[in-house]
């Protein structure tokens, strides 16, 4: 259940960010990275209980899937989440929905390997959830404004 985890911290950040501004936010695009799996109903009806009484109470969240990018340590090559999707298929088979990567992406590299050269030494790249645009109303004009 930590999609209302992820909405309160979505919350908090645009309410920092929209701190002392005449706003009224209409809109946040998050990016997620897609293998977190995140339940977006979920994380969505959190987001929309938690903003009441704010500059975001008016406002919808949308959420764009990113696909994470790993780079081999051993043999230097790039490869993408389907370059290796067989492999985390068979850890959220052998552990279900509660699979380790689901709450910690940063996992990954335990669990996966280079589809080159088979080394576990790898990192992932991109893993990061990122506020990517907010759609602002300000004295009747529409803006929106890129985070990423």
Same mark, same amino acid.
């Given at each position: 259940?930590?999609?209302?985890?992820?909405?309160?911290?979505?919350?908090?950040?645009?309410?920092?960010?929209?701190?002392? +501004?005449?706003?009224?936010?209409?809109?946040?695009?998050?990016?997620?990275?897609?293998?977190?799996?995140?339940?977006?109903?979920?994380? +969505? !009806?959190?987001?929309?209980?938690?903003?009441?009484?704010?500059v975001l109470d008016e406002a919808e969240l949308?959420?764009?899937? +990113?696909?994470?990018?790993?780079?081999?340590?051993?043999?230097? +090559?790039?490869?993408?989440?389907?370059?290796?999707?067989?492999?985390?298929?068979?850890?959220?088979?052998?552990?279900?929905?509660?699979?380790?990567?689901?709450?910690?992406?940063?996992?990954?590299?335990?669990?996966?390997?280079?589809?080159?050269?088979?080394?576990?030494?790898?990192?992932?790249?991109?893993?990061?959830?990122?506020?990517?645009?907010?759609?602002? !109303?300000?004295?009747?004009?529409?803006?929106?404004?890129?985070?990423?």
């Amino acid at each position: 259940m930590h999609e209302w985890s992820v909405a309160d911290a979505v919350i908090r950040t645009v309410l920092n960010w929209a701190d002392d +501004k005449k706003i009224k936010v209409k809109k946040v695009v998050l990016g997620v990275p897609s293998f977190s799996f995140l339940d977006v109903e979920i994380l +969505k !009806e959190a987001f929309d209980m938690m903003k009441k009484d704010s500059v975001l109470d008016e406002a919808e969240l949308e959420v764009r899937f +990113k696909d994470p990018k790993f780079k081999c340590k051993n043999c230097g +090559k790039e490869f993408s989440l389907n370059d290796v999707k067989d492999q985390i298929d068979s850890v959220r088979s052998e552990f279900g929905e509660e699979y380790p990567m689901h709450f910690m992406p940063a996992l990954a590299p335990s669990f996966i390997k280079c589809p080159y050269c088979g080394s576990h030494d790898i990192v992932l790249e991109s893993q990061d959830m990122t506020i990517d645009e907010i759609q602002v !109303e300000e004295n009747g004009t529409v803006k929106t404004v890129s985070q990423g």
